[in-house]
């Protein structure tokens, strides 16, 4: 790969920093969205989606919390293991429901709001993944180019979302909720043991909060080696 000039990685730089904001601010407003409207229409997949994006956010903030702090190292362990009890939560929590919705008790109303919300998803994120991943190939870095393959991992968990409110709404296959919520479920299952093992996936917070550390961007030299650790984006 031809060696960058220092103003153009800078900009690069920058630009990775945004889409990182906006994938934050998006799992904000998508979370929100997404709990309204599942409340309102008992529907576990909304919930569980909204739940999701709320868990993404507050491990952003917690990695953040950490990166603030004098020895980071030393919260590190601490800090994913929390990470990774309230995704093990969420995943039991989507369980017990999906499994309530499917005995019957609970009947997932259509949600035209929660369609509305998926398929902008579906657009959204693969749109950031393809950006991202465009602008992690110029820098070499090898995180960035891991982020924007789990920001399209999270697009097709709202593809699964969407296709179950659908189906519920078009045909009136109520259960397809209850498979989507087992979905997330399952998508949950797997950041909870990513964070409980330290291999995580997910956004690079330390872009936003700390550019003085080290450079979590990375060069050819020793980006390609390190962990990562943080979240906020489905």
Excluded: K, Y
């Amino acid at each position: 790969m031809a060696s960058l000039s220092v103003q153009r990685r800078a900009v690069l730089r920058r630009a990775v920093r945004w889409i990182v904001a906006a994938t934050i601010c998006w799992n904000v407003i998508e979370g929100a969205v997404a709990l309204v409207a599942g409340a309102g229409s008992s529907s576990i997949a909304l919930i569980g989606f909204g739940l999701d994006s709320g868990i993404e956010v507050l491990s952003a903030v917690a990695v953040a919390w950490q990166f603030s702090r004098p020895d980071p190292e030393r919260w590190e362990r601490p800090t994913l293991r929390v990470i990774a009890v309230a995704f093990f939560a969420l995943a039991a929590w989507v369980i017990v429901g999906a499994v309530l919705a499917l005995a019957g008790v609970v009947r997932a109303e259509p949600s035209f709001v929660g369609i509305v919300l998926a398929a902008v998803s579906v657009v959204v994120m693969p749109a950031l993944s393809a950006l991202e991943f465009r602008i992690g190939r110029a820098l070499g870095s090898a995180t960035v180019v891991a982020d924007s393959r789990q920001t399209l991992l999270c697009a097709a968990l709202s593809l699964a979302v969407l296709v179950g409110l659908a189906l519920n709404a078009l045909v009136g296959w109520w259960w397809a909720d209850a498979v989507a919520a087992l979905v997330i479920a399952a998508f949950a299952v797997r950041e909870g043991v990513e964070a409980w093992r330290g291999d995580t996936c997910t956004t690079p917070i330390g872009i936003v909060v700390d550019d003085d550390h080290g450079d979590p961007l990375g060069g050819d030299d020793h980006d390609h080696d390190q962990p990562r650790a943080g979240a906020a984006h489905r």
